[in-house]
């Protein structure tokens, strides 16, 4: 089985399955109110950084040394060590993570059913039970 796992962060039950191997997840800063994109894959049952995206620069969001400005946006391959898992907090300060799978761009909390609950991206293994994403 391949692909993403998206399961809630206290009690581990699955909440989605993304098929594919790459997804992309953006926000908004929640001090500069600037937009963050990662773009992530799935290798080897580990979740992989490729690349990093940011809009602007301030506080906590310094682009990497190797960052090139591109469109406007500052872009670089940050230096990451594979990662087994990726737990996203939910804050009241900010907005919903946006995830996307292939084409299909949405809200986390559209892909979980779950609004203002932290979740995990993990890898799909074999013996995870796969849920659909709840329909947009």
């Known amino acids: 089985m391949s692909g993403l796992c998206v399961a809630a962060a206290l009690s581990g039950a699955l909440l989605a399955t993304l098929p594919g191997a790459s997804f992309t997840l953006s926000w908004t800063h929640s001090v500069e109110k600037t937009e963050w994109r990662e773009e ?14 940011v809009r602007g620069t301030g506080a ?24 087994d898992s990726v737990t996203l907090a939910a804050s009241g300060f900010t907005a919903d993570h946006r995830l996307c799978a292939g084409k299909d761009c949405r809200l986390l909390s559209a892909w979980t059913g779950r609004v203002g609950e932290a979740v ?6 074999p013996g995870y039970k796969s849920s659909p994403p709840p329909a947009p």
């Open 40 to 53: 992530w894959r799935v290798e080897e049952g580990r979740l992989i950084l490729a690349e990093a995206r």
């Open 120 to 125: 995990t991206l993990r890898p799909c293994r």
């Open 60 to 83: 906590g969001m310094e682009p990497g040394p190797d960052a090139r400005l591109i469109g406007g946006w500052w872009v670089w391959t940050p230096r990451l060590a594979p990662q």
